[in-house]
């Protein structure tokens, strides 16, 4: 079984991101702990909520370090939901607050223009760039969302995948060892399962 350590900041349940892992063959060890952090092989940085609690916590608990030197160190890192939107440098929720700054980017929200529900909540298809994460998983896919601001890459090469709400965004991102998700794989059923099994076999 591969090792990986859940990244727990206190930000929600991570029950059903555990389970997912461990249906696919991860060892999961779910811990605030940075120390444990830093002995990661692979790491997982689930969030949801708002950006600048998000961060806070990270902080609040000393696992903002941990995961710089672990994600720069290069070990495998998958942030989720607001655990992608973290890695970039600012995140515009209720003001601007510093992310990790993994990636060159911001995190923004859907404007109200474009005539789309906000939260974008359920189902949507993923338009596939590279199949580094998404080995298995072909474009067209569904995958399950739940947020209100999405992810405006600086790099281009940083896109893995786009979605369609209103606007082209990009849903998935990769640099070197550091990964994101902006949709639930834990909550989207066997293509999730795919992208899970891909990192945590991948890493």
């Known amino acids: 079984m591969k090792d990986i350590i859940l990244i727990d900041a206190g930000t929600g349940n991570l ?3 555990q389970k997912a892992l461990e249906s696919v063959g991860a060892n999961v060890d779910r811990t605030s702990d940075p120390k444990k952090v830093l002995s990661g092989k692979r790491v ?3 969030g949801v909520g708002a950006f600048g609690d998000f961060m806070s916590g990270l902080r609040t608990l000393g696992l903002e370090d941990a995961v710089l030197e672990v994600a720069l160190g290069g070990v495998p890192l998958l942030g989720i939901c607001v655990g992608m939107q973290a890695l970039f440098d600012v995140g ?3 003001g601007q607050h ?3 700054g993994l990636l060159q980017g911001r995190v923004v929200r859907f404007e109200e223009s474009l005539s789309v529900k ?3 909540t359920g189902w949507n298809q993923l338009e596939v760039q590279n199949a580094s994460l998404f080995e298995g998983v072909p474009s067209g896919s569904y995958v399950y969302f739940n947020h209100s601001y999405y992810c405006l890459p600086k790099q ?3 896109v893995i995948a786009f979605t369609d709400y209103g606007l082209r965004y990009a849903c ?3 640099q070197e060892n550091i990964f994101g998700v902006q949709f639930h794989p834990e909550k989207s059923q066997a ?3 795919q992208i899970l099994k891909n990192f945590v076999e991948a890493a």
């Open 156 to 158: 281009s090469s940083d």
């Open 191 to 193: 293509v999730g399962l």
């Open 92 to 94: 515009e929720e209720m």
């Open 15 to 17: 029950r059903s991101v």
């Open 44 to 46: 997982v940085l689930p």
């Open 118 to 120: 906000i939260p974008h």
């Open 98 to 100: 510093a992310g990790l």
């Open 172 to 174: 998935a991102v990769r």
